[in-house]
């Protein structure tokens, strides 16, 4: 074969892998991106990657909707097979699909390899108090993206702002950019960062995923419910790395805003470690382009304060997206959210809750 024919063939089968991409996202096609399938290739520059399953399938979803709507950036959602079915179910009932791909977490997490492996990590990979923990930090290390924003289901953007943090990595270099954690862990915060898919930092997922296994097994670092937290073995691996890997702390402007920070007075610890008087005007107007509030745990917060701060920025009253999307996703057949009735039930009597306080 000439070099001129063979130059044709290869430019022929690029374009093949193009359109094979381009079709995944158009149409929302699940794509297998385990380490092994011939499919797992970074087929956008920048992204955002949310993580969730149960009740946070429907969360997700929401937040994709004002992500996709708002920010010039892809949209993926990694679950298990009950959050892909949802997600389905939710595009149909509302006619729109805002990710471009979703990928079935599951399926990684039963072929990762590591120091902790075979039945225990089987058994783990199921086990309430470490499956998600386990599941995130395969995420982070396994996005499609080049540059990737990760952020929890309940993470909802207010400002496109955002974006910023995909120019920090080109500016400074820098493998990961990660938000402080000043109020339970120390460390960072593992549900709102933005990674570069380089060497060093895919090293570090799998070792912090390792670490994370292995207080599974211990049970070390949990919270009061008995859940192991990852932000210290996050913050004891990037230290162990040192100067491998580049980490720049995320500047205040862009974090999320969490609940700590808009209780009256503020937290002094959390403002003044940013160099920032506690203030009214700051607690009523943060910077930050994103509102990290958990819908279940506060949701009187997304009507008190994540509607007024997002509505500043123009995306209009976040909790009737978040509560029509949740009610129409609890409608449907229980086994698709892959929980129980009874948890179901709490699911939805929280939200509930919210909506009268």
């Known amino acids: 074969m000439s070099s001129a024919c063979f130059c044709v063939v290869l430019l022929a089968l ?65 679950t298990n097979k009950e ?72 993470a909802f953007p207010c400002s496109s702002r955002i974006e910023r943090l995909f120019e920090l990595h080109d500016l400074s270099g820098a493998d990961a950019v990660l938000m402080p954690e000043n109020k339970h862990t120390g460390g960072f915060n593992s549900g709102f960062m933005s990674v570069k898919s380089t060497p060093a930092w895919r090293t570090l997922t799998v070792r912090w995923h390792d670490r ?51 209780k009256r007075g503020g937290d002094a610890d959390y403002f003044e470690q940013h160099g920032l008087t506690p203030n009214a005007s700051i607690i009523e107007h943060p910077p930050c382009p994103v509102a990290h509030v958990n819908p279940f745990k506060a949701p009187w917060l997304l009507l008190r304060r994540v509607d007024k701060f997002c509505d500043t920025r123009g995306l209009g009253k976040v909790s009737s997206l978040v509560y029509r999307t949740l009610k129409a996703g609890l409608a449907f057949n229980r086994t698709d959210l892959g929980i129980t009735r009874e948890r179901a039930e709490w699911c939805w009597t929280h939200i509930r809750r919210g909506i009268k306080q």
């Open 83 to 154: 959050g892909i079915a949802m997600t389905s179910a939710l595009a149909t009932h509302f006619g729109h699909f805002p990710y471009d791909t979703l990928i079935d977490a599951t399926a990684i997490i039963s072929r990762h390899g590591g120091s902790v492996r075979g039945a225990a990590l089987q058994q783990l990979s199921v086990d309430p108090r470490c499956a998600f923990r386990l599941q995130k930090i395969l995420t982070i290390g396994r996005s499609p993206y080049e540059h990737t924003i990760f952020m929890d289901a309940d």
């Open 212 to 262: 994370v296994a292995h207080s599974c097994q211990h049970r070390r670092h949990t919270n009061a419910v008995g859940s192991v937290l990852d932000q210290p073995d996050l913050l004891a691996q990037i230290q162990q790395m040192g100067s491998a890997l580049k980490v720049l702390p995320m500047p205040y402007e862009l974090q999320a805003c969490r609940p700590e920070m808009w």
């Open 14 to 78: 690029a374009a093949a892998a193009v359109v094979l991409f381009g079709l995944a996202a158009a149409t929302g096609v699940v794509l297998d991106v385990s380490p092994s399938s011939s499919l797992y290739a970074r087929y956008a520059h920048r992204g955002i990657v949310l993580v969730g399953e149960g009740c946070y399938v429907p969360v997700a979803f929401a937040t994709a909707t004002l992500l996709a709507q708002h920010l010039n950036a892809s949209v993926s959602l990694f």
